[in-house]
């Protein structure tokens, strides 16, 4: 049975993206919940779309998603030392709407890379980005899964202890700040 709502947001529009993987495995350690996976495959934003038509039904739905989640999960990449496009851009458009639909939601970050850091600066520079949306972003674990292709099995599941551990901790520590009983 579900105790609680989580919403998971892929960095990444990839089939086989190892952020979705890791999501997914946040997803299951965090358990029991419902959960949905965000769909970012979003128009970029423009504000003369945006003045035309209003808010694309699509961005829409994103925003609800996230107005009815008690946590938030975010898996990104690291692209050129930040976030990926996509997620920057889904942030663009929920900045559109008031009150920010992440005010006060627990939100719990983290990243897989090929490259051996597991996303460092790509972390720093999404807390930097979420400040002005007033999240209840959690500080840690740090998840930070590095040259991600040896990372995950047949099942999509960590296998790297350090990072499993951590993972773990995380989901924890979102349940406890969304004040969602582990029963």
Known sequence: MATGR???????????????KLMREAARLFEPAEFTE????????????????GIPEPVQTLIDQ?????????????????????????????????????????????????????GERTQFALRLMLVAFQPRLLQGPEVLVGQNTDQFDDKDRLVNEINAKALDGLMKALRAEAGLSED
């Open 6 to 20: 989580l919403l998971g947001i892929s960095g990444s529009l990839r089939r086989d993206s190892y952020n979705t």
């Open 38 to 53: 965000a769909d970012l495959n979003l128009p970029l934003y423009d504000g003369d779309l945006e003045s035309e038509k």
């Open 66 to 118: 996230i107005k009815d989640a008690d946590a938030i999960v975010i898996s990104t990449p690291e692209y050129n030392k930040a976030p990926s496009g996509v997620l920057k851009n889904a942030l663009d458009w929920t900045s559109r709407t008031r009150p920010f639909p992440l005010i006060r939601k627990p939100v719990a970050i983290m990243s897989a890379t090929a490259g051996r850091a597991g």
